[in-house]
């Protein structure tokens, strides 16, 4: 006799909220790029110190070489070796702009060395991670030769390292400063739509007239508040300070109309019944619900802060030297006007990754928000 | 009145009145009644009859504005045994009071969860706010009060959340949640209105047996009278805001002194047996005629007098005084003598 065993019945696992939203965020292509893309650029950020060749502020008080354009790389030398390697570089005249223009020196030639310590420079000298204190680099070649990948400034700082360090600044200001706003918009929001009466008028006045002022000129006005000269840390926190007291109006307003609904709810009577202080409720009962609208809110938010930031630094309000942003960073651009973008247009690549950030947060923004809408669900 | 036991809790002149953009709503107007220690009082009352206000102005849960308690006393002896009034008291001493002397279970166990939170989670944040106990010893607490309430599989079912169980299921958390600190006042406020019948008898089943366990009081808020029967030691009947009838359980079902409970009581399908009122034909279910008064317009006199059959000139003139009828019997009307003799007669 043959019986068929019966093949036990799977049974169907409920999907919790973020597995579902992962998975549909999964199946968005562009979504998925930006993913990809913003942790390159993360991933750059934090190694910023390994990947630059240069310090941040390194330069040759001695042997200028101002606006120098990318260095090219070289491959296979005389002798028929195989190997990257760069040569020297000689100032020369054009006789026809008479400017400065550099020239190949074929007589000096510098291997490119991988993964070299640099002991004795302090400039070179970063704390990997955060921690250990190291002059490792990626890539770098001896003096006398210089490797400007990205071409130099007008000082003779190596751009491609400051376009390196300029993404800790841009891409984390971006981050903090939507944190902040965040904060502010669910403190602010939370208490008008909680208490109502004269402190929600108050609230909600207060963002009617923060919004109703032009962002640019709140934004330089803000700033005048603070010395132009300050100590450069100092004035990475007001920009962040400053991003964050404009950004919170419109997440306030529509916290307050989420918990100006959810504080109607049984279950907020129900803790109230049971002895829960105000603050008690708002930041457990309340707040919580307007989980997926933050998560959303911060990712489209961010893009908006490093564009922000770039914009005061453009107009030079924002990170000052010697510290660089991307923003700062394209200042540089514009310095002799416009025909200098002809003359070295390499200066523009800052642009090029305030343009990728800033698409790679709106993709992930966008998936992200389509994700979390049950009406748009695949 | 006579107190057959210690006084929890007495409400004497309370008004809680709504200021609303039409005038002043008086939703309480000079309520006054007492809790013994364990026992259960049933407040029954259709729609704005103020049942409901009344118990969140003991919990002080009005909204304010546009609600405000104008006037009276609401004295309560806690677990501390010293005697506060409620209305006097401060939010943070208000506070200290809800949920671990007074609690209440509401109406919509659906909605009085929050559905973001697991149930133990929500059972252990009422235990961690009144006994300073920490997050652990609080799950294992709620776990206990699962159990209590006769829920199986507590300490799985701890873990989940509001939306995996049942109406009936909330609604014993609930009772959990509010059992939890060991309250001496339960307010139930239309607990088994939205369950359906066989889960309301399970629930009131439970309330009597903790009732019996824990030795609290329960104010119990209704408009069915089958419930109050079966729970209320002593009832008390609003209309209007005001109090129009109040005494034991039995005294009011057998014989009512005022026409509203008279007719609240007929409304009640009840094949066979029937309270005779004066004047109407026996078997017949009866309405009560027309509707609630407008709050912002009571009558004069006697708030029932426009829907009263028995009504005369002299319920125009003034609000009848409460007259007490004998054996902690008390009636808001002024024919009340009548209805016992009648009443006397058929039983005769």
Not at chain 1, 137 to 165: E, H, I, N, T
Not at chain 1, 287 to 295: E, R
């Amino acid at each position: 006799m043959t019986t068929t065993v019966p093949t036990p019945v799977r049974k169907p696992r409920s999907q919790s909220q973020w597995s579902i939203v992962w998975s549909q965020f999964k199946r968005n292509p562009l979504a998925r790029v930006g993913l990809g893309l913003l942790g390159l650029l993360y991933l750059m950020a934090i190694l910023a110190g390994f990947l630059a060749p240069y310090g941040l502020t390194e330069y040759s008080t001695t042997d200028r070489i101002s606006w120098a354009p990318p260095t090219p790389i070289h491959w296979r030398d005389a002798q028929g070796h195989f190997g990257p390697y760069v040569n020297g570089i000689r100032r020369d005249i054009d006789m026809e702009t008479f400017r400065d223009k550099y020239v190949e020196d074929t007589s000096v030639t510098c291997p490119v060395k991988f993964f070299q310590t640099h002991p004795g420079m302090e400039g070179r000298t970063y704390r990997f991670l955060g921690f250990i204190p190291t002059s490792l680099k990626l890539f770098s070649v001896d003096a006398p030769c210089k490797l400007y990948l990205w071409g130099s400034d007008s000082y003779g700082r190596d751009q491609f390292s400051r376009v390196m360090y300029g993404s800790q600044i841009s891409l984390s200001i971006g981050i903090i400063a939507s944190v902040l706003t965040v904060i502010l918009g669910l403190i602010m929001g939370g208490i008008a739509g909680y208490f109502r009466g004269l402190t929600d008028t108050l609230i909600m006045r207060m963002v009617e007239v923060l919004s109703a002022i032009p962002e640019l000129f709140l934004l330089i006005t803000l700033r005048a508040l603070f010395p132009l000269n300050a100590d450069p840390i100092l004035v990475f926190y007001i920009v962040i300070g400053i991003l964050a007291v404009i950004g919170w109006g419109g997440l306030a307003r529509i916290v307050r109309g989420q918990i100006l609904s959810s504080r109607e709810q049984d279950y907020v009577q129900a803790a109230t019944a049971l002895g829960a202080s105000d603050t008690r409720i708002i930041a457990k009962h309340l707040l919580p619900n307007t989980a997926t609208y933050i998560i959303i809110f911060l990712s489209l938010a961010i893009p908006g802060f490093i564009l922000s930031e770039s914009g005061l630094s453009f107009i030079g309000i924002g990170i000052v030297e010697p510290y660089a942003s991307w923003g700062s960073l394209l200042k540089v651009a514009q310095d002799g006007g416009f025909e200098s973008l002809d003359a070295r247009p390499w200066t523009l690549i800052p642009g090029v990754f305030i343009v990728l950030a800033v698409l790679a947060w709106q993709f992930v923004g966008d998936g992200l928000r389509d994700a979390f809408d049950p009406r748009r669900r695949r | 009145m006579t107190p057959q036991g210690e006084v929890l809790l007495a409400v004497n002149g309370l008004k809680t009145y709504f200021n609303t953009d039409d005038g002043v709503v008086k939703s309480v107007d000079g309520v006054t009644f007492h809790i013994n220690k364990g026992e259960t009082l049933a407040v029954v009352g259709e729609s704005g009859s103020g049942k409901s206000v009344t118990s969140l102005s003991i919990m002080r849960l009005i909204p304010m504005p546009p609600g405000q308690i104008v006037d009276g006393e609401i004295l309560f002896t806690g677990k501390d045994g010293v005697q506060k009034n409620i209305v006097k008291l401060s939010e943070a001493e208000m506070r200290k009071i809800r949920g671990n002397d007074i609690s209440m279970i509401f109406q919509e166990p659906m909605t009085s969860l929050n559905p973001v939170y697991t149930v133990g989670d929500q059972i252990a944040e009422a235990v961690m706010l009144h006994q300073g106990k920490n997050k652990k010893e609080a799950m294992g607490v709620a776990a206990d009060m699962l159990r209590f309430v006769g829920i199986p599989a507590p300490e799985k079912r701890v873990n989940e959340y509001p939306h995996q169980m049942s109406g009936g299921m909330r609604q014993r958390v609930m009772i959990a949640m509010a059992l939890s600190c060991n309250p001496a006042l339960l307010i139930a406020d239309e607990p088994t209105t939205a369950l359906d019948v066989t889960i309301q008898a399970q629930i009131l089943d439970l309330m009597r047996k903790l009732q019996r366990d824990i030795g609290m009081s329960i104010l119990f808020i209704t408009h069915n009278l089958g419930v109050v029967a079966e729970m209320a030691d002593r009832v008390v009947v609003m209309y209007g805001g005001r109090v129009v009838e109040e005494g034991d359980v039995v005294e009011i079902f057998k014989a009512p002194r005022h026409p509203y409970t008279m007719g609240l009581l007929n409304s009640i399908p009840r094949p066979g047996e029937h309270v005779h009122v004066p004047g109407q034909p026996k078997g017949r279910l009866e309405a009560i005629p027309g509707n609630v008064p407008n709050p912002l317009n009571l009558p004069r006199g006697c708030a029932f007098e426009p829907r009263c059959k028995f009504a005369v000139e002299a319920c125009r003139e003034a609000v009848p005084p409460l007259f007490d009828t004998g054996n902690g019997h008390m009636a808001r009307c002024i024919r009340w003598q009548e209805f016992e003799q009648v009443q006397q007669e058929v039983t005769a």
